[in-house]
């Protein structure tokens, strides 16, 4: 039996779809299984907080789905050729970009910041896509489907130039809202001439002599769009018409605009079913970005070596932040929203620690006690009607300060509610499983605290102990023995001194 | 200047060429540059302990290069596609059957397990590849250089499936000594029959409705063979010719003479220059590996959970115990043996340790000292002359040993040389830098030592010291106080009680 259809709580899932421009309850095409689609990122240098945002809100949302029971394959790319610099035809490649300036094979750069992306989000315990495919990876995927566009009579060929037709396409605007007309306000004046209208938008270009990524193809060796990738690599692992396609509200138009009008005229079918776009972080209301220019490193969030930072932040913190604000809402960011955000954290965490740690007594301790085993169905209740309302963390974070608190109260007025343990079970999932944070901040790498401290600690407890055993002071000596062994550390005097087992 | 021409050791750089079968002196092709290409794994399985003997081997031979001033591109696949169980040409692809069997995509197989691989390699200090091609990435490539064997008639397609003409090679068997004749006995009796010669290889394979990856093709829709793969990426990667070619001695044939077979007839030039292979690790004479069952996966060792481990094991002790045998020797596996490295290397660092610690004194305490400064000149040949024999990393960590013995034994006499600041820098590049070996075995995840344990450990001797201070013992409250700020720990007394800052 799915939670999503005996959901205890007071609402189902409700989710804003940019397709239909309103929040809509959410019914997969195939339920339990949901296919998920978010546009990953083009890996030619850091993840910045931009980028948190976007993936910590997908994760939030991936995890859940699978909170509801549903069974996601989540699905992100890597975009690591086509990605031209100002987001449209014109221009270089990001990628090729950075690798002449860089002097080493653009697949360098790609693996580079494949990999610092992944340390990243792994720091902010965004779970790993089931499949993360790379759009060099699927270059016969992509001719195919140009050619089947061509063939179809959406696309046109020409000089080794493969052009989509956007008269052709019946949907295009159905996302952006923009007609044929006013889509071409976007692209510069000086369009490349072989277009038959400025805003048609390049599947394949042809590529010269000195282009370092290029692939042989039906029109000339040359490499793909930009838009193409996601079109074919999200059909290839979800199927044509799937359930959630993700993204940042920049990739509105053009980039997922030409999705759908690739993706529906070669399958005929409706392509994503939900569209999701989280909105993006500002820094004093401008957009924060690697393009603009004004973006901090996640790595630098979590080293605190940015010029416009005091000092590092546990990634936790930052996760816990971006969670503050809806998905759909701008975060704005400065430091001192995030001291506070630390602040409330660690005070959410205290109290949920001073949940966590009571012991549940034997039921009948509390058989006068009739009302209480409603505190869980209420707190589910107010957690999963926030989440059910187009995932909305701010709220769902705000019944957790709310209900912890109430709860707390309870306790210490010895009237624990009888499901104790059924809640202290539940609150770790919302918190660690939903929301996916953990319990314990210092367990962060972003803490001061690290292994070799606790070897350095240890020896001086067990000197200071050797001192009081020598001066004859055995009421400290003892205390320092039993103390550690509270925390699973066994001290074994000898002749050679005190030797000690670590915990398991 | 680079070290390589200036070296300070008394010896050149030599290599066993598995091509040759002998120790040759290294002369790299375009120096300083370096093109490196390493079998990678075939990710439908968690990596066990040989595969660390293989990549902690290459490794330590990248990082070693890189010590003498080369700039390496280290390049080593990730196989997703092609490699069939038993790895002749018949039977189902590894990958596939392990996605039928998990009922997923076989991208989600590929993509959970080159996840866990580079976890593992993480810890165990292997540098990550600069670039680590897929082979489902790349089938463009294998297209084009199968057509460009068959061009060339060294290739026949038949029924969808193209074959390599092994009679056809002229240098085919170069690697592995077996000439056309006898290269087939290690196929199986029924081969085939569409094949001219049963040791023909595929390149190419026909894929019928069920199978699960595939693509189009001139010859109709199929997939890659397995050897294709590392032709077609070595080459695009690092030049028809490029200096090194490594890989375990089980893919020596037929493996690597099919590369070689496939590359050399396509480009017409000589492939890599130096063939490096590892060997196995044994368990009671017999090779672990995951197709023989009777691997212990690595993430089994760090956490103690295999059947046949007593206890966990620190991937630094691993990545020791691997490097104490040459790269070309079995490793026999054992506990013992291992608990035998891990007293080996506990020594070893706490030797180095006390080496390290000690602060250089001024020049002209050392006035009279004059043999002294040959010390580092010494090391560094004793060190350097066992790596340049082809890598040897037994002699090299025995030449630590033996060093620092007699280094800390002077240091203990007061005659610390007059270079130790040289010395100890060195030292240290020697240990974390060439051999990838930490300084400090209790930072490491397989330790438990972790950071909440430093929290209480802290708050322990906070309250240990509030409860003196309340006794008035002042001399044992400013001890743990003074020792703290030792350790960069500072404490505030104040009403609210004892308050600390964190080392940075």
Same mark, same amino acid.
């Given at each position: 039996m799915f939670n999503y259809v005996?959901?205890?709580?007071?609402s189902a899932l409700h989710v804003y779809n940019s397709l239909t421009r309103k929040k809509e309850l959410f019914e997969p095409i195939h339920a339990p299984h949901i296919g998920m689609y978010v546009c990953g990122p083009t890996v030619y240098g850091d993840a910045h907080l931009g980028h948190a945002k976007s993936y910590v809100s997908f994760d939030v949302i991936r995890r859940y789905l699978s909170y509801l029971d549903y069974k996601v394959r989540y699905v992100q790319n890597i975009t690591d050729v086509g990605h031209l610099v100002g987001d449209g035809d014109e221009g270089e490649d990001k990628i090729s970009k950075k690798a002449l300036i860089e002097r080493v094979d653009p697949m360098e750069i790609a693996e580079t910041y494949t990999y610092t992306y992944f340390r990243d989000m792994d720091a902010l315990s965004v779970l790993r896509p089931d499949i993360s495919p790379r759009a060099t990876g699927h270059i016969p995927e992509q001719i195919t489907m140009i050619q089947d566009l061509i063939d179809k009579g959406y696309a046109y060929a020409i000089d080794g130039n493969v052009y989509f037709d956007i008269q052709s396409a019946p949907n295009y605007g159905q996302l952006s809202g923009r007609n044929v007309e006013n889509a071409s306000s976007g692209t510069r004046i000086k369009s490349a001439s072989d277009k038959r209208n400025p805003a048609d938008f390049a599947l394949w270009k042809k590529a010269d002599d000195k282009h370092l990524m290029k692939w042989p193809s039906p029109w000339g060796v040359g490499y793909p769009g930009w838009h193409i990738e996601c079109s074919a690599m999200s059909i290839k692992y979800l199927g044509a018409h799937f359930d959630i396609h993700g993204g940042g509200i920049e990739n509105q138009f053009p980039h997922h605009e030409c999705e759908i009008a690739q993706a529906e005229c070669s399958t005929g079918k409706s392509f994503a079913k939900y569209w999701l776009h989280n909105n993006m972080v500002t820094l004093d209301g401008q957009k924060m970005g690697k393009s603009l220019g004004n973006a901090i490193s996640l790595e630098q969030f979590f080293n605190g070596s940015h010029p416009l930072l005091q000092r590092s932040w546990d990634p936790q913190v930052i996760r816990f932040f971006l969670l503050q604000s809806h998905y759909r809402s701008t975060t704005d960011f400065s430091e001192k929203a995030l001291e506070a955000a630390e602040a409330g954290f660690q005070s959410l965490l205290s109290t949920i620690e001073s949940i966590l740690i009571y012991k549940p007594q034997n039921r009948h301790d509390h *058989?006068?006690?009739?009302?209480?085993? *409603?505190v869980l169905p209420n707190f589910k209740a107010t957690f999963e009607s926030a989440m059910n309302d187009d995932f909305n963390t701010a709220q769902a974070i705000a019944s957790l300060f709310d209900n912890t608190k109430k709860i707390k109260k309870k306790i210490t007025a010895g009237q624990s509610p009888s499901d104790l343990l059924a809640l202290q079970n539940w609150l770790k999932i919302a918190l660690t499983e939903v929301l996916g944070l953990e319990t314990n901040l210092s367990n962060k790498s972003g803490s001061n605290f690290n292994n070799k401290l606790s070897e350095d600690l240890l020896h001086l407890l067990i000197d200071i102990r050797t001192k009081a055993r020598m001066d004859r002071e055995f009421e400290l000596s003892d205390i320092i023995r039993d103390r550690l062994k509270d925390l699973d550390i066994e001290l074994k005097d000898s002749k050679e001194g005190t030797r000690y087992t670590l915990p398991k």
């Open positions: 005996s959901s205890m709580s007071s *058989k006068n006690d009739v009302n209480n085993n *409603k």
